[in-house]
């Protein structure tokens, strides 16, 4: 008997043995980030947190969904490179491009590629004809980490030709027939598993996963936003043409500005499909440490002399009292809103708007320094073009002069057009005529015809009650910031001596 049992106990084990090497336990921790927009002092405190997550994770795939370029000063001082240099010491392993990549044009994220050691992902781009891009970025890339192999193709929103400044060279195919593509070409190379860094946004990155079958996550950006559930789990069952897909497709974003950073860890069963998993957004510490301080004051000593510097010269004080700009055209409105128009004219824009609460202060009559035109405009917004009917636009409109007696920052200040308005009228009846200039002169709005109007961020996403803007298409939105913006503007313009030239009339003040 005792023979037997331990001829069968041999058997058991043997054959457990054979099952423990034939599907191992194999676990990988996914972190990511996505839309960090060249804040650099937050992304370095982020730093401490991935070298942390590092230390307990082990083997750890890295990766960031895009827009690093655009949104503060560091980028209008350095460019990419700040991004660049704590990417590399944070090891990043890939990259997707974001439509806020090509807002200077396709050389400045070739310079940005140079400097970087990690891989830059696009499937939907054919970078061959673009000269500065060629050879520089690829479709997909297969990593190996704790015996995973691991397939992550790039994707990036098609809206980039319209939003941004890619250049003629730059191609953008579909979306989904691309995955589809690299989908197949990463199966037959023998990926375990197979990512999708995207920048398309939340609502396409949920399209993706439903149409396009063998995808297992979806590591994305676009949207800024940070989800209520981590991860976002979509499930399917069957199969089609006989290739059993995943059952399960996990969906992770990880807000913006370098808030946090998501952690997804997965365990893979012997079939090489995700079994068990667990995750969420961790939050950075709240200032840089170590290594990752002395790059971020390497570079916030440049945004000190930044702000010293002279952008040109004024032969007139700009006007941005709160009591006057409130409620009247001022010479400060026109030339911020000449601005934006003048930077938005190549993607179609006719009409500038621009809430006076967004300006601050006044710039005297000299020297202009960035500081003055900080101070003027000191919020981090950035532009956005829109699409609106002229009916939308005198809506627009009624409710900027709804609350001009009470000194209230949604009066706007325009450019592009002018109009009259009769403060002693009845709400809904206060906007009496509106012209758009056009190459023939001023013109009538016409309600049912469509503009093209430009506005901050902050209007566009329906700030100051302008619900209506925040319902409408946008066809550009570049992350320059707004005070950059003047900034370029009035160095070119130097020395600037804009008037108060009846853009915005009130009736009952006049004949």
Not at 99 to 113: K, S, T, V, Y
Not at 318 to 343: C, K, P
Not at 450 to 463: C, E, P
Request: aromatic share 8%; proline share 3%; charged share 25%.
């Amino acid at each position: 008997m005792n023979k037997k049992l331990l001829k069968v106990l041999s058997v058991a084990i043997l054959l457990l043995i054979c099952s423990c090497a034939r599907s191992p336990r194999r676990r990988l921790t996914i972190l990511h980030t996505n839309d960090i927009h060249s804040h650099v002092e937050e992304f370095a405190a982020l730093g401490k947190t991935v070298d942390t997550l590092r230390e307990s994770a082990g083997d750890v795939l890295l990766l960031d969904a895009g827009d690093v370029f655009s949104g503060t000063p560091y980028f209008t001082l350095y460019g990419g490179e700040p991004m660049a240099v704590l990417m590399r010491r944070m090891r990043y392993d890939a990259m997707a491009p974001g439509n806020h990549e090509f807002d200077l044009g396709p050389e400045r994220l070739a310079e940005f590629i140079d400097m970087v050691d990690f891989q830059v992902l696009c499937g939907n781009i054919n970078f061959s004809h673009e000269s500065v891009l060629a050879g520089k970025a690829e479709p997909f890339a297969i990593f190996e980490k704790n015996s995973i192999k691991i397939g992550v193709m790039g994707l990036i929103t098609e809206e980039t030709r319209y939003v941004s400044r890619p250049g003629s060279n730059i191609k953008i195919t579909d979306v989904f027939s691309t995955a589809e593509r690299y989908v197949e070409v990463l199966s037959d190379a023998g990926a375990d598993l197979i990512i999708a860094l995207t920048h398309l946004g939340w609502d396409t990155d949920l399209l993706l996963a439903e149409r396009v079958r063998g995808i297992d996550i979806i590591v994305g950006g676009h949207s800024h936003i940070r989800p209520d559930v981590y991860p976002h789990v979509i499930t399917f069952s069957g199969s089609s043409d006989g290739q059993k897909y995943p059952e399960r497709v996990f969906l992770v974003h990880a807000g913006e500005y370098a808030c946090c950073i998501g952690r997804l860890d997965i365990t893979l069963d012997s079939d090489g499909r995700i079994a068990a998993w667990e995750g969420g957004l961790v939050k950075r510490v709240k200032e840089p440490e170590g290594v990752y301080r002395e790059i971020a004051e390497r570079y916030s000593a440049g945004i000190g002399e930044l702000k010293k510097q002279k952008v040109g010269a004024g032969k007139v004080k700009l006007i941005g009292e709160r009591e006057v700009v409130r409620a009247h055209e001022t010479n400060a409105g026109n030339i911020v809103t000449d601005a934006l128009l003048a930077r938005s004219r190549d993607a179609g824009a006719q009409i500038a708007l621009y809430n006076s609460g967004g300006i601050r202060s006044s710039i005297e009559a000299g020297t202009v320094a960035f500081s003055d035109i900080m101070e003027m405009l000191p919020f981090d917004n950035h532009i956005v073009v829109l699409e609106i009917t002229g009916r939308e636009l005198l809506d627009v409109l009624e409710h900027s002069v709804s609350a001009a007696e009470d000194l209230s920052g949604r009066f706007l200040q325009v450019s592009g057009m002018r109009f009259g308005w009769d403060p002693k009228s009845d709400p809904g009846e206060r906007i009496r005529w509106v012209e758009v200039d056009t190459e023939g002169g001023h013109k009538a709005l016409e309600q049912e015809a469509s503009y093209s109007i430009v506005t901050n961020s902050f209007l566009a996403a329906g700030g100051d009650g302008y619900d209506m803007l925040a319902d409408a298409r946008r066809t550009r939105e570049m992350r320059v910031p707004e005070y950059a913006i003047l900034a370029d503007y009035i160095s070119a313009h130097s020395p600037v001596k804009p008037e108060v030239e009846g853009r915005i009339i009130r009736i009952a003040d006049t004949d």
